[in-house]
């Protein structure tokens, strides 16, 4: 079976023949999720080697629980609940107060620089709870539906939009002059 063979293979389908004795396509579902969630966990934390570690501590919990998970719900949802679970545990292990992220919360088209926005991200949402914080890079960065960060926090979606609209409010107040500063020079 070729790499494009895998790619063409939902998670869902990948799960099932991993439990069929398929040992491989744990080696597919690792090679999938591998970078959104490293991604996730690095935002929560400041070390990047206490992300990779914490990365690694999910994917033994997700791997050991696939003959748990339910094919009712999609895999990637199941995923980042256990992601968050295994988070929030470490937050309440070791009372973690520092918390930051990645996200889109600000209209792309007023900022010249999108990497520069991206690489002051975590710095522009540094003043929101770290609730806001997440559900942003659930939105944004992962492109989750309302829908499946409600499914993933247990808010309802209509609190998820509020925080979602009032996150990214606060984040333009905070940042006003900077960014009538980058319109000003989009507009040149």
């Not at 975590?122 to 709870?129: A, D, K, M, V």
Request: net charge negative; with cysteine; glycine share 4%.
């Amino acid at each position: 079976m070729t790499l494009s063979d895998n790619q063409n293979i939902t998670d869902e389908q990948l799960v099932a023949r991993f439990l069929r004795g398929e040992k491989k396509m744990l080696d597919v579902l690792f090679d999938r999720y591998i970078e959104r969630l490293l991604r996730y966990v690095t935002l929560f934390l400041k070390s990047s080697e206490e992300a990779r570690d914490l990365t690694q501590d999910i994917f033994i919990k997700i791997f050991q629980s696939l003959d748990h998970y339910k094919s009712v719900g999609k895999f990637e949802r199941w995923v980042f609940v256990i992601a968050r679970r295994t988070m929030i545990d470490l937050h309440r292990k070791k009372k973690l107060k520092t918390f930051s992220f990645d996200s889109m919360g600000i209209d792309e088209s007023s900022i010249p620089d999108r990497e520069k926005c991206e690489a002051r991200a975590p710095e522009l949402l540094q003043g929101l709870p770290a609730r806001d914080r997440e559900i942003l890079l659930l939105r944004f960065m992962e492109n989750l539906s309302y829908d499946e960060i409600s499914e993933i926090t247990g808010m309802a979606e209509g609190t998820l939009r509020n925080i979602v609209c009032r996150s990214i409010r606060r984040i333009q107040e905070n940042n006003s002059d900077e960014l009538s500063e980058n319109q000003r020079m989009a507009g040149e």
